[in-house]
Structures are given as C-alpha cells and as structure tokens.
C-alpha cells in the first residue's frame, strides 16, 4: 500500500502545510517590518475561528464568506492595538533590543487577556460545527470535503499575498522596510504606515487561518497557543523576517507534523516541534533562508 | 541610631514575626507565606541574572521542574535534605550545560530558545512518562506545611543575603558590566562566556531547590505540574511589575503578586489571568521601571519635603 | 551625606511598610475568608449537611452540570420528600442541605476546600467531586479526616491497590478499574474472532491504564494480534491520522481507550473516513444518550460499543422491568435523556450511604464499616435492588439483575448489554455503515 500512504500523507502534510504558512507568514511580516514579536498572534487565530463559528452557527453564514467579516474584526482589533499601545512602546525605544523586549512583554500579557476573556465568554467547551463534511476520493483515497477547501483557500491566500508582496509598490516597500530598514526610510517610505500595514496583514492572515480551521477541527479558547508554537517555530526555521522563507517553512512544518502523527506517533508531534525549534537554534538561528 | 544599623532593624523585626507566625497563625496563613516566600526566591533569582545581564530567561520551569521531579523520583527512597539538595546541584548542572550552549544567543533568540527548551523538557518527560514507562503521575512524599514553611523562610532569608553579597562581588559587577554591553565587557577582559554561565546556573540552582520542597504540597504530580509555563514567565513578570532596575523590585512583585494570585486563583482563575495581563500591559507600557520606580519618586517627594 | 542617607532609610521605611500594608490586609481578608466556626457549642441540629466540593466553572464543569451533581441532587431530593433524612441519635428525620462549593476544576482549590468543609464547616458528610483526577486527589483528605465518600469514578489501578493494601478504607469508587475488563475483552474478541487488533489511546492516566492493561492481556492471551498500537496527546482535534493507520493496517478491531470529547471525536471521525472495522469501542463519552443522541442520532450509532460498563444494565432490561424503567424514565426527566448503562450504580451508591446513616447514625467509622461489608436492600420505584460495595475488587456489585460490561447501540434511544452472554441484554451486532 505504499503508493496510497504517500499520497496521503502528500495531500494531508500540504492541507496543514499551507494552513501553517498563513499563520508563519503573518508572524514573519510582522517580525521582519517592525521587530515585534506577536505571540498574540495565536489569539486573532482564535478571534477569527469563533467569529466563523457563531457567524455560521447564529446565521448559517458560509465559512468562506464569514472570511471577510473575521479578516474585517482582527483588522479593526489590531487598528486599536497599534494606535493605544505599539505606537507608543515604537515611538520611545531608543534600542531595537529594548523594542524587541518590551513589545514581547506587551504581546504576552495581550495574549494572557484575549485567552482568558474568551474562556469567560466563551467556557473553555470544544464547539464546533460540520461543514462539508462529505468524503471526496482523491487517488482512491477518502478526504473530507472540508479539508480540500481549505487547502485550496489557504494557497490561494499564499499565492495572493506572495504576488503582492513580490509585484505590488506596497509589497516591494514593506520587503524594503525587512530588508534595509535605514535605506527605506531614506528613499521616503513612511515607516509607521508600514509598520502599520505589516501588523495588519499580518493578523488578518492569522484570523482566516483560524477561519478556516474551524471548518475541520473543534475550536475552543486555547487552541491559539499550538498554532503559535508552530508559527514560532516555522518563522525560526524559515528566517525571522523572511516572508517567502516563512511560507516554505510553514509547508515543511506542516509535513513534519503530518508525518509524526500519521506514520511515526502522534506523542512525539510536540517533541518534534521543539527538537526542530532547539536544533534550528543552535545550528542555524538565521533560519535556512536568508533574509 | 546610626543609619547602617538602622537598615538591619526591619529585616530583624520581620524576620523574628515570621519565625514565631506558625506558633499563632492559622495553617492557610501558613500555607500561604511559604508559597509567597518560594515566588520571591523564583524571582529574585530570576532576577539575579537576567536583571543584571539583561538576558531574559523564559525557561525557568525547566529548573523548577527538575528540583520537581528529582523530589518526585527519589522523594520516598532518600532522606529530604539529601533530595532537596540533589535538586539544586542537579539544576545546577543542568543549566551549566544549557548556559554553556545557549548563552551564544542574543535578546530574543536567548528568549524563545529558554522557553522552547522548557518545553522541550516538559514534552520529553511527558512521553516517557506516559508512552515509554506507563507512569503518568507520581505519588510524592507527603511533608508537613510548617516544615515546608521554615525551609521556604530561611531559604528566603539566606537567597536574598547571598545574592545581595554576590551582587557587590566583582562576579556581580562584571554580570552588571555584561548587561550594559557585552562587547565592552570583552574588551575589558571579563571572561563573559564563563561568568554568564555559573550566573546563570547560580540563579537556576536556587530555583530547582525551590521546586524540589515545594513539590511536596501535591500528593499525585505529572510533568505538566511541574514544569508550567507558569514558573518561567512569572518569575519574569514579577520582577517587571516591581521593577526590573532595583533589588526590591522582585520582592516587591512577588509579594504582591502571589498574595493576588492566591486570594484570586480561588475559582477567578479567568479573572486573575485577564487583570494580570492588564497590570503586565500597564506596566510594560507605562511604567516600564516598574512599581519601584513609583515608590521610589513618592519616598523622594517625602524626602524632600522633609530635609 | 546626611541627607543621602536619611533619602535611603525612608525609602526603605517606605518600602518595608507598603510590603507590610499589603501583606497584612492580604493576611487578614484570607484569614476572614476562611474564618473558623464559632467555638462555642453548636445549636440543635437541625439539619444533615452534606458537602460538595466539584466544579461549577473549569474544564469538568460540564461534567459537573450533566451527571455530577442533578444525581446528588435527585437523591437528595427524594430523600427530603420523605421527610429527610432519619438520623438514629436524634431519633428524627432531618432534611438534607448539599452545601456546595467550586474547586473550579483546580486539584488544589479541591483539596483546600475539602478541607474548609469538614474542619471548619464541619459538614457532616460529603459527596465526590468530578473529574478521575480530583476524585482521586481528593481520596488522601478523605483518609485524613476519616470521611466515607462514594465516588462516581473509576477505581483506577493505583486506587484499586491502595485499598486493597488498607490505606485507603473511606472511599468508595462505584466503577471498576481496567484490569476486571481485560480478560473479557479478550474472551469478546474470541468471540467474534477478530485477529488484527488496533489500540489507541491518549497520553493521560485513565488513557494509559487501559492501553496497558488490554495490551498485555490480549498479548498474553494471543488471540489477536495488536497491529496498531499508538498514543496521542492529550487533548486532541484530529484523530483521523490514526484512524487512517488502522484503516490502513486492516484492523478489524478497533479500541481508542479515549475519554470524553476525545471519544465522541473518534466516533465522529470514524464515520466521517468510512472506517467500519466490525468491532469497534471506545471509552466513556460514546455511549451517553444525552450527549451522543443528538450529535450522531440512532442509527448512526448503529454497531458502536463502550467497553466501559461493568455492572451495566441493558436497554432491553430495563424496559422489561417496570421499576427500573421508572428510575430510566425519571432520569429522562430530570436529565433530559435515558441513562447510559451503568448509571445505576452511583445512584445506588448514594442511597446505601443514606440508608447505611439512617442505620448507625452520624458515626462515620460504622458507616464506613457498613459501607464496606453490608449488602444493602435499595427501592427503586417499587422494585427491590440487592446492592453492595467490593472495595478493592470491582468497585460495587447489583445482585438481582443481569448486568454486563459491554454496551453497544442498536438503534435504540439507550445502548444494549451485548457481553458477556450471561449479562447480555441483546447480541452482539457488527459495526456497518448505515444507510442515508
């Protein structure tokens, strides 16, 4: 049966692959323009997995619809974040050590408020919803519908975001802001727009990823921190600022994910994250793509 | 009085409460200073370190963790001062090895690595336990409140003395020399990869000592106890709150928070967790320096009103 | 320099005393919290007090709202509308109060308010929390204070043992452990002659305990061989990379010793991948009616088993026997759906403990005793139940009706007893697909 394992796990490592990359991307573009850190970043995941779920289950809204609204809330949350608390914490750093820090520090209490409000509001039940729960065969093997759609959805969020991050005036501008921070500032580009611009994205991203997971999985207030932790480690491996070295490593995360718990043993899946975190670290901690 | 002496009357007078608290205070009370006491040794160890060279730590749980779990494995079958010790020399080496190999690492590299490493250990322990031995939890060895109160109170006493001595030392200086810059420190001839290394292990060997007597409040423990993330960012969050700058800062956040956290975590877990964040979001954002800074400019109103 | 150093001391004065405010109001607003009962004598009782420490917010919550408490509340409440509870040093009945308080699924805050309850509240007995991992927590203040509790939770092996051995003599677990299913799974296996064998299960205790058991018992036995046999962290959202290795390894006997969302998951996916193997279980959270009707509906359900029913009474039996399908049909009442099994048990547990105080009294050392050796005669809507405890071996013991350890549904609103065969309630169906 060997052919079949391999075409499952092909098509299982890529659904999660490309579901990692949203989330690694937006953590990357946001590191690589303005050095923050968002290990809240899990939370706008979260945000926009419950804004899907109760669009759908309160209204019957289709998943992918209710993308616009859960992009349009994380969008307006992060607008708020940015002007009260990231502008301020920006503005006064005289160091970039000192930015680094202290937006962790700010993003780490951010992430202890929205879990916990979610766990007030929400209880920390499972809900979830069926959603295109049909089996389609894909090489004779049986997927359900949901997780196609959100393979599909996510590589074309990718393959959008990469085109404008590669073609666009915008895009070339915040791939300057990464790469020569001082040199885009001299040729004119307004650095808090970008900053600005950057967290957006970034969280907009992060809030479809959760979207779209709520189509397969059960969803419940924590599960922003797994989805960090792999985010962190994809954006570790694929370079801190690197925004095309975060989707390529998100999509290796996501096979190596698949792959420990489909073929070796899904108790060693948090191990292999941290090994991977920890080698990464020690070996290379620029990450495999250069910046 | 001159004012040399005066500085060792408060410290004396609260000492001698404290020793003699047992004798009349309830046993909640009791249970509850000697939880206040092993945060405030978490965080001024903390703090020791990463105050000084301004390397923050987000793994302190592995150290935690290990004095948990040597009391955990060995609790029953050695005498508890041998187990307690083992705890802190085993911590103690442990982060000497991992200092040795991450202390490379800069700012948020340093950060992320501590914390991944943390979990590492956690996630390690967690498959042994539960898929390689079939032991998902250990029964510990029972010790009485009142004992774990005078280990926690003369713990408290002897880490704070030790580290205010250590910080006077050329050792302390050279940590603090570290934390303005590195590179300079090199130049002047400090050796930063060893002194980084035995004051990161100094720190995280009290914390492993802490961890291996406090273990002994659960009955039935895992790896998840043991090595929470809640023993590696609030150590951090402590000294923040109270400010990073000065050695009262973590005393400061530590007694305060604790205290907080004890009287709330009863069924507010939520709300503790959501009012939490808001202090470490105020702090951060508006008093970066912490309570201290605060105090500090109320005693010089005072101060110079008076003189 | 004199000012200098004034500038140091008041600060530290500063210091010192903001550090001593707090500590003290801390000290003191704890303190008052957990306020001591008033020394002088105690009024005229008046009242019995039962105490329950369980979870009224956290993650056992829901257990909790669903079965924890309306069973303690049922009881009592039917004990009351006889008058209450007769108590013999009184020589009357006296209404029962369940005095309850919120661990909120915390082990700590159980066990420092199990605690509160007897010393300071001085309840006169209590009722179990929920959750395995709080009950069994929860056992060592039991001992301590020599309090006898029932407890509507598995006896799992380390408790098992301890009671054996006599350390453990007040708690009184209903339900047995893994190693009393072992050797019928085993005999079921034969049974249906299945050969490939596939166990997963997730990495904490109640998980473990059964993996282990049933492996080395079906290894042991050899009448199967175990092709799959995977852990998975805990909690989980996907089971379906494990469902896959078994589909692919042709197990046709598959066993997830999973728990709670985590089982409904396994039968939720099950169907969804089309993974039909003729033998199929699962643990505790698969074969509720009220949690598992309306997800999944009837015939969906159609083949899938619970392998944790010991003492399980079958859909078929309890229609045929007028009181106890009375019991079922208040339980509907009360708890919105039929019950699953073996719900019986803690039902009747909490009545041998009523029964056995109206016996000997508020002395806890002869209720214990009693609770320990006597069979007590239980009324359930007319019909009489031979009921006791067998601490140390299986938990408890119905005498007078035919009861199993396998439950199965078979498109009924209440799953079947289908092994073993003296117990069976109906036969064993295999796991298919169904129609529509």
């Known amino acids: 049966m060997f052919p079949s394992l391999f075409f499952e796990v092909l098509i299982g490592g890529l659904v999660l692959g490309l579901l990692y990359s949203l989330v690694s991307a937006g953590l990357n573009l946001q590191y690589g323009v303005t050095r923050i850190l968002n290990v809240a970043h899990g939370e706008f995941l979260m945000l926009g997995a419950y804004t899907t779920y109760f669009l759908f289950i309160l209204f019957g809204v289709n998943p992918l619809i209710s993308l616009l609204v859960s992009g349009l809330v994380s969008l307006i949350l992060m607008l708020a974040l940015y002007s009260g608390i990231f502008r301020i914490i920006i503005k006064r750093s005289s160091s970039i050590e000192e930015l680094e820090m202290e937006t962790l520090l700010t993003c780490f209490a951010l992430s202890f408020i929205f879990q916990n409000t979610a766990v007030i509001l929400f209880s920390a039940n499972e809900r979830g919803y069926i959603y295109a729960s049909q089996l389609i065969s894909i090489a004779g093997i049986p997927f359900a519908l949901n997780r196609i759609i959100v393979a599909i959805a996510s590589s074309v969020i990718n393959f959008v975001i990469y085109a404008f991050m590669r073609f666009s005036r915008v895009g070339t501008a915040l791939r300057a802001m990464v790469s020569e921070p001082i040199g885009a500032k001299l040729v004119g580009i307004n650095a808090s727009r970008m900053y600005m611009l950057s967290l957006l994205l970034g969280c907009i991203l992060s809030a479809w990823a959760g979207s779209l997971i709520s189509m397969m999985f059960a969803i419940t207030p924590f599960i922003g921190s797994n989805y960090l932790m792999i985010a962190l480690v994809a954006t570790v491996v694929g370079g801190l600022g690197s925004f095309i070295g975060g989707i390529i490593s998100g999509i290796i995360m996501g096979y190596a994910v698949y792959i420990t718990m489909r073929v070796i043993s899904p108790s060693l899946t948090s191990l292999v994250l941290y090994i991977v975190l920890i080698l990464i670290l020690l070996l290379k901690p620029r990450g495999l793509f250069k910046r | ?307 | 320099m004199r000012k200098t150093n004034k500038g140091v001391t008041k600060l530290q004065v500063a210091i010192i005393a903001v550090v001593i405010v707090i500590v003290v109001i801390a000290g003191i607003a704890y303190y008052f919290y957990h306020l001591p009962a008033t020394v002088t004598t105690p009024p005229p009782k008046d009242k019995v007090v039962f105490g329950v420490v369980c979870a009224q917010t956290g993650v056992y919550a829901g257990l909790t709202q669903m079965f924890t408490l309306p069973y303690y509340q049922w009881v009592v409440e039917e004990q009351n509308a006889k008058g209450g509870l007769y108590i013999p040093e009184y020589g009357k009945r006296l209404p029962i109060e369940l005095k309850i308080y919120d661990d909120g699924s915390d082990v700590e805050t159980n066990l420092r308010l199990t605690e509160k309850a007897i010393v300071e509240d001085k309840v006169d007995f209590l009722f179990a929390p929920s959750g395995a991992e709080i009950c069994f927590a929860a056992t060592s203040v039991y001992e301590k204070y020599r309090v006898p509790v029932v407890l509507m939770t598995i006896e799992v092996d380390d408790l098992g043992r301890a009671i054996r051995k006599g350390d453990i003599r007040y708690s009184f677990p209903v339900y047995c452990a893994s190693e009393w299913y072992a050797p019928h799974l085993v005999n079921f296996l034969k049974f249906t002659g299945s050969k490939r064998v596939g166990i997963i299960y997730p990495q904490i205790r109640a998980g473990i305990d059964w993996a282990k058991d049933f492996y080395s018992e079906i290894k042991a036995s050899g009448v199967a061989e175990i092709v799959v046999y995977e852990a998975y962290p805990y909690p989980t959202e996907d089971l379906s990379p494990l469902i896959r290795k078994m589909m692919e390894a042709k197990v046709d006997a598959a066993i997830a010793c999973a728990e709670g969302p985590d089982s409904i998951l396994f039968v939720r996916q099950s169907i969804e991948l089309g993974f039909y193997p003729p033998v199929i279980m699962s643990g505790p959270g698969c074969e509720v009616p009220a949690i598992d009707l309306p997800i999944f509906g009837t015939e969906a359900l159609k083949g899938f088993m619970n392998f944790n029913e010991y003492q399980g009474i079958g859909y078929s039996v309890f229609r045929q026997n007028p009181g106890l399908w009375k019991w079922c049909e208040e339980h509907k009442r009360r708890l919105g759906a039929l019950p699953f099994t073996n719900a019986l048990l803690p039902y009747l547990g909490y009545k041998a403990l009523l029964q056995a105080i109206e016996e000997h009294g508020l002395n806890r050392e002869k209720v214990r005793d009693a609770l320990a050796s006597e069979t007590f005669k239980i009324d359930v809507y007319g019909f009489e139940v031979l009921f006791r405890f067998r601490p140390g071996e299986m938990g408890a013991e119905i005498l007078n009706v035919k009861t199993g350890c396998f439950s199965q549904w078979q498109g009924a609103e209440m799953p079947e007893i289908v092994w073993p065969p003296e117990g069976a309630s109906a036969p064993w169906i295999p796991w298919r697909p169904q129609k529509g």
């Open chain 2, 1 to 307: 009085m001159p004012a040399r002496q005066q500085k060792y009357i408060y410290p004396t007078i609260i000492a001698i409460a404290l020793a003699v608290a047992p004798l009349f205070a309830p046993r909640y009370f009791i249970s509850l200073l000697a939880i206040v006491f092993s945060w405030i040794i978490l965080a001024v160890s903390w703090h020791f370190f990463c105050g000084s060279t301004k390397y923050i730590s987000l793994g302190s749980a592995a150290f935690f963790g290990t004095g948990f779990y040597i009391t955990a494995l060995f609790g029953k079958s050695l005498p508890i001062f041998t187990v307690i010790l083992l705890g802190g020399v085993i911590s103690f080496l442990l982060s000497f090895c991992i200092g040795l190999v991450t202390l490379r690492l800069k700012g948020m590299y340093f950060a992320i690595f501590t914390y991944g490493l943390s979990e590492l250990l956690k996630n390690t322990l967690i498959w042994l336990e539960t898929v390689v031995w079939g032991t998902p939890g250990r029964f510990v060895v029972n010790l009485d409140i009142e004992f774990i109160y005078y280990i926690m109170l003369v713990l408290v006493f002897v880490v704070n003395a030790f580290f205010y001595l250590l910080r006077r030392t050329r050792f302390g200086y050279a940590l603090k020399a570290i934390g303005e810059s590195e590179d300079t420190a090199e130049h002047v001839g400090i050796n930063t990869t060893i002194y980084k290394t035995i004051g990161f292990s100094l720190s995280s060997l009290f914390m492993g000592v802490v961890g291996s007597i406090l273990v002994t409040r659960w009955t039935y423990v895992d790896p998840r106890m043991g090595f929470s993330g809640l023993y590696s960012f609030m150590p951090a969050i402590m000294t923040i709150f109270g400010g990073i700058e000065s050695k009262y800062g973590p005393i400061l956040g530590a007694v305060i928070l604790s205290l907080l956290s004890e009287i709330l975590l009863t069924g507010f877990k939520e709300y503790y967790m959501v009012i939490l964040g808001a202090v470490l979001l105020f702090f951060v954002v508006l008093l970066p320096k912490g309570l201290y800074s605060i105090l500090e400019k109320i005693s010089q109103k005072f101060s110079q009103r008076g003189g």
